[in-house]
Nanobody
Framework: VQLVESGGGLVQAGGSLRLSCAAS????????MGWYRQGPGKRREFVAG???????NYAGSVKGRFTISRDNAKNTLYLQMNSLKPEDTAVYYC?????????????WGQGTQVTVSS
């Protein structure tokens, strides 16, 4: 599975961005997709996730501002980010995972930089 991200950039506080993650390869076993981020000097953290049933979940810090969605026909995952704050500045990574009872196979995008200026 190969993942290519796009859509990052520089935006002022209060602005919006939409990240995309296009997948190719054998994604038949993928049953969970998500976005993670890593800010300067911080550990990578979960942002949002969606499973094959369409159920979504979000980190508390982004709930109500970010929306995760997917286009199955295009094998593409999205993250709509509204009301951006300077603390949202980070490298954002998409993740496709095949979750199994005994573990998971994880695939990561290359990361895209999001910078929010105050």
């Amino acid at each position: 599975v190969q993942l290519v991200e796009s859509g990052g950039g520089l935006v002022q506080a209060g602005g919006s961005l939409r990240l995309s993650c296009a997948a190719s390869g054998n994604i038949f076993s993928i049953n969970h997709m998500g976005w993670y981020r890593q800010g300067p000097g911080k550990r990578r953290e979960f942002v949002a996730g969606i499973n094959t049933g369409g159920s979504t979940n979000y980190a508390g810090s982004v709930k109500g501002r970010f929306t995760i969605s997917r286009d199955n026909a295009k094998n593409t995952l999205y993250l709509q980010m509204n009301s951006l704050k300077p603390e949202d500045t980070a490298v954002y990574y998409c993740n496709f995972a095949a979750l199994r009872a005994w573990g998971s196979d994880d695939y990561w995008g290359q990361g895209t930089q999001v910078t929010v200026s105050s």
